[in-house]
């Protein structure tokens, strides 16, 4: 065939899924209503309250420094995302609502996707309802989406590696044009260089899509040994695709002149050694299935877990074919695939890099909707929904922590500037060179919950720099307005020497000017 006809077959092929996601959506309105209910109760907070996270204070100083540090560490993508989309100034709220939006929109494409592959089953009705709201409801994403500075730009490239499967089996399982390889390979690219997770996010959706396309009874192919080659050209598109990442990845960092020290030391089994590297992944796995912190990972997961790939393993033998034990293989794949990145980098990943679990446990409480006796399933689907309901609420609850955290730190450096203002008056200063020793936790309710991040301070991240928290504090005071100025190594070392005489904040003589700076004792503790 000449190019054009390829490409002219192409965009017929582009149409024909446009044309049948439009019918999708015209089918599925009760979904897109319930996921937009469910949406403003989950992320109406961070929408309508103004907080902003660590990190967040950075990019509303200098939105440069942020765009620099993400290219130094492989995250081009997210630099790509903000410039074309055209947020070339960090607003929180915006940022937040284009996010909830893009969320949304994912969820629902999956479910799309789902009847792609599945080709349109009367036993998924129940699913499409309870995917979307069991996936936008996982705590895991609050821990995420709370570095509002990227909310969208992750997100986005969330959705990227959804409609990369997509593309590629359009490919590989329904013998489309060959160009879908093309749009599937650029998005892998761009979501892997959004954020390195996406990688694992990818390879699980990809996984679902080989489970869910085995059971179509419309796909059929002439030999029996296509379904193992299917397996195996998923394997090399993707091989490809990771490939491309990394050469991409190193021109980047040639053109911009910068190593990849951070990306590098991400991999426990170099930088800890292979019996601690073994224990990271123990504890991740002790985690993850035996719920071991079960405010982000719920003890009903490991069950939910077991059931749905009996089920899938039953259907997948029920249809007699030959690629079987590549079923087999993908199943079981699936099970793993919350650590995945764990395994890959033989280090306990951080709560927000949990970007697969929440996508699993979602399939996992929705595929059991889908038994063929009805009252099985609505039996499912209501453990489904109150499943979803609960969850939803830690979420909010965290969301709440975070909004906690932000007005005392907003209150405490109120309180500060005062204190430091007529310090530095009395001592003639006319700039005020800022040195916290010590710091300072948020004073939450018991019962608050926390995260890795949610629930910390700006006046305890960082403890370990040279200066202590001082550099958090001061960037986060930056954006209330407060002007301070960041203390030199030697300052803060004299800072050091003059704050064991000094008593903590707020008693009398806590805040002290000397030699040209402004020493404030923060705690007991010196860091």
């Known amino acids: 065939l000449s190019m054009r006809a390829v490409c002219a077959d192409f965009w017929r092929d582009i149409k024909a899924s446009a044309r049948r996601f439009s019918e999708f959506t015209k089918c599925h309105k009760g979904v897109i209503a319930i996921l937009t209910l469910a949406l403003i109760f989950l ?22 420094e942020i765009l620099n540090s993400w290219v130094a560490i492989d995250r081009f993508g997210l630099v790509l995302t903000k410039k074309l989309f055209g947020l070339t100034r960090f607003v929180p709220a915006a940022s937040n609502l284009l996010m909830v939006l893009t969320l949304g929109f994912s969820a629902f494409f999956f479910d799309f996707c789902i009847q792609e592959w599945k080709d349109q089953e009367q036993s998924y009705k129940l699913f499409y309802y309870i995917f979307p709201v069991a996936y936008v409801s996982a705590p895991c994403l609050a821990e995420q989406f709370y570095f509002s500075l990227q909310s969208f730009e992750i997100a986005w490239a969330g959705f990227l590696c959804i409609l990369a499967v997509y593309c590629v089996s359009r490919r590989i399982i329904f013998r489309e044009s060959m160009l879908w390889i093309l749009p599937g390979i650029f998005m892998m690219i761009w979501a892997f260089g959004s954020y390195q997770a996406f990688v694992s996010l990818f390879i699980t959706v990809t996984l679902i899509s080989f489970l869910i396309c085995y059971q179509n009874h419309r796909i ?25 990442y990394g050469l991409t990845s190193k021109l980047v960092r040639i053109y911009y002149h910068l190593d990849s020290s951070y990306v590098d030391n991400m991999f426990g089994w170099k930088t800890v050694g292979i019996s601690a590297a073994l224990n990271n992944i123990k504890g991740d796995a002790e985690r993850i299935y035996r719920a071991v912190w079960s405010t982000f990972f719920p003890k009903l997961f490991l069950p939910v877990l077991i059931l749905c790939l009996i089920l899938l393993i039953f259907r997948g033998w029920r249809m007699h074919r030959k690629g079987f034990l590549m079923y087999l293989i993908a199943a079981g794949l699936l099970a793993l695939s919350p650590l995945f990145l764990t395994i890959i980098s033989g280090s306990y990943q951080p709560i927000r890099g949990q970007i697969v679990f929440p996508f699993v446990y979602a399939f996992c409480l929705a595929a059991i909707t889908t038994f063929q006796k009805k009252a099985i399933s609505y039996l499912c689907c209501i453990g ?35 204190s430091i203002e007529q310090t530095g008056t009395d001592a003639g200063l006319d700039t005020y060179t800022v040195v916290f020793v010590g710091n300072r936790s948020a004073n939450l309710p ?3 919950l926390r995260g890795d991040v949610i629930g910390h301070s700006f006046f305890e991240w960082d403890a370990t720099g040279y200066a202590g928290s001082t550099n958090r504090i001061i960037g986060f005071c930056d954006t209330l307005g407060y002007d301070m100025t960041v203390p030199t190594e030697e300052q803060a070392q004299r800072a050091n020497q003059l704050a064991p005489e000094m008593p ?4 009398s003589g806590s805040v002290r000017a000397a030699d040209e700076i402004i020493v404030i ?4 503790c010196m860091t």
């Open 43 to 64: 992320y109406g907070q961070e929408i309508f309250y103004y907080d902003i996270s660590i990190d967040s204070e950075i990019a509303l100083s200098s939105q440069a």
């Open 220 to 244: 059929e192919f002439q030999k029996s040994w296509e379904w193992f080659f299917c397996g195996f050209k998923y394997i090399t598109v993707f091989a490809v695709g990771f490939i491309a």
């Open 384 to 418: 489904a929904a109150l499943a979803s309901l609960h969850q939803g609420q830690i979420m909010t609850q965290l969301f709440h922590t975070s909004y906690m955290t932000y007005e005392q730190d907003k209150s405490l450096a109120a309180s500060l500037y005062e």
């Open 446 to 448: 018991q019962d608050s």
């Open 504 to 507: 903590v904040w707020p008693a």
């Open 521 to 524: 004792r923060l705690s007991s």
